[in-house]
């Protein structure tokens, strides 16, 4: 972690391109953070402390302190942190002053930044008549709309080599997905009205039932080198990452040379779907492999990049690994996250107990035995087969 109390430290931080502050930890869960502007000048300060009550992190956006300057900076944004960490752990947080969906979204992202929700407000809330819907006044019918208008908006395939998009009709399961941020962000101020009543907003926001489908396309090891020996130079070290450990595309991206511990093969997962940072021991093959990737970079450099020095992102992966895809002859449906299905399906088949593999993978045991689980039942009904006379 940085040092954020020294200005020069903090001049020379990037902006990191999921918008996430450095921390600095003050005590045990107590985090005061920096984020450096995109445009220049004075960047943002930020709170993070771990609410026992609720089980999970609570945040704040301190603010750039614009009529602060020098070291004073670090001691009022210090100061702050430690104030709303006490306020926190003393269970008396007191409730923003919402008023509109649009806030109840603002402040989910305080609380829980991250690409996918950001962009799902951006892209389908905050541009829309839901936005502008009082939370006191919010009722089932107005989310209905919202859905409906959510299931009839394309959704975007890709952009040719002119740049012009290509269009799909949204599936059942992305409908799904791009629910559970509204959901999550209402959820967090709202209490679920009366059943069967025009007050249970929360009905309308059901998920698809059967939407969300088994991954079947999985690349065996010989295939996942037929995919790295057809990649370009800059990216075939993220993806040969995907190939490594189970790990979703965007967490490896988020990943910055700082989070790798050389000395204890340890590396530190900060940027995931659960939110909670989690750390995972390699072996000394891939912390090899890790180290490599760290030299010449800066503890806040991304540790992979593309060869401009910008982080992958998903529209950046997305078209180098369908050119590779096509090259290597591979199932047209691979993608990025096709490899980490694979991976956690060779954890699966190769004995490691699912509760291990949710570990890994920052994912629920329920989830896992949902996609995974015939694997083992297929391996179990194997090995009782071996025991016949």
């Known amino acids: 972690?940085?040092?954020?109390?020294?200005?020069?430290?903090?001049?020379?931080?990037?902006?990191?391109?999921?918008?996430?502050p450095y921390w600095q930890r003050l005590q045990a869960g107590w985090y005061v953070g920096y984020r450096p502007s995109q445009r220049g000048g004075k960047g943002a300060w930020f709170a993070r402390v771990y609410d026992e009550d609720a089980r999970k992190y609570?945040?704040?956006?301190?603010?750039?302190?614009?009529?602060?300057?020098?070291?004073?900076?670090?001691?009022?944004a210090r100061k702050d942190a430690e104030t709303f960490a006490e306020l926190v752990e003393a269970g008396g947080l007191r409730s923003e002053k919402l008023e509109t969906v649009a806030d109840a979204c603002r402040a989910y992202l305080e609380e829980k930044p991250g690409s996918i929700a950001e962009g799902v407000f951006r892209r389908h809330v905050y541009d829309d008549a839901i936005a502008r819907v009082?939370?006191?006044?919010?009722?089932?019918?107005?989310?209905?709309?919202?859905?409906?208008r959510l299931e009839k908006t394309p959704a975007l395939i890709s952009r040719s080599k002119f740049g012009e998009p290509r269009f799909k009709e949204r599936a059942a399961a992305t409908v799904n997905r791009d629910m559970v941020p509204?959901?999550?962000?209402?959820?967090?101020?709202?209490?679920?009205?009366?059943?069967?009543?025009?007050?249970?907003?929360?009905?309308?926001?059901?998920?698809?039932?059967g939407a969300d489908r088994r991954r079947e396309v999985y690349l065996d090891r010989s295939e996942r080198k037929k995919l790295l020996a057809a990649l370009s130079e800059d990216i075939e070290p993220f993806v040969r990452g995907l190939c490594l450990m189970p790990l979703r595309p965007g967490a490896l991206a988020a990943v910055k040379a700082s989070d790798f511990d050389v000395r204890t093969r340890t590396l530190t997962i900060g940027s995931d779907k659960n939110g909670v940072p989690?750390?995972?021991?390699?072996?000394?093959?891939?912390?090899?492999?890790?180290?490599?990737?760290?030299?010449?970079?800066?503890?806040?450099?991304?540790?992979?990049?593309r060869g401009d020095g910008s982080p992958w992102s998903k529209d950046k992966w997305k078209r180098p690994i369908k050119n590779a895809v096509i090259a290597a002859g591979?199932?047209?449906?691979?993608?990025?996250?096709?490899l980490r299905h694979s991976v956690i399906t060779d954890?699966?088949?190769?004995?490691?107990?699912?509760?291990?593999?949710?570990?890994?993978?920052d994912t629920s045991v329920a989830m896992v035995e949902k996609h995974y689980g015939h694997l083992v039942r297929n391996d179990a009904e194997y090995a009782l087969a071996q025991l016949v006379l």
């Open 347 to 361: 954890l699966i088949r190769a004995g490691l107990p699912i509760l291990t593999v949710g570990q890994l993978s």
């Open 134 to 148: 009082k939370l006191d006044k919010l009722r089932k019918h107005h989310l209905q709309a919202w859905r409906k």
């Open 1 to 20: 972690m940085p040092d954020l109390s020294k200005i020069g430290v903090r001049d020379k931080l990037k902006p990191r391109g999921d918008k996430e």
């Open 330 to 338: 591979l199932h047209s449906a691979t993608s990025a996250y096709t």
């Open 58 to 76: 609570r945040r704040k956006n301190l603010g750039a302190y614009g009529a602060v300057f020098g070291h004073e900076v670090f001691s009022k």
């Open 278 to 305: 989690r750390q995972i021991g390699v072996p000394e093959s891939i912390a090899e492999f890790l180290a490599e990737q760290c030299q010449d970079r800066s503890a806040g450099d991304p540790m992979f990049t």
């Open 182 to 209: 509204l959901r999550a962000a209402l959820w967090r101020v709202l209490s679920p009205g009366a059943p069967n009543t025009s007050a249970a907003w929360q009905e309308a926001l059901k998920p698809i039932k």
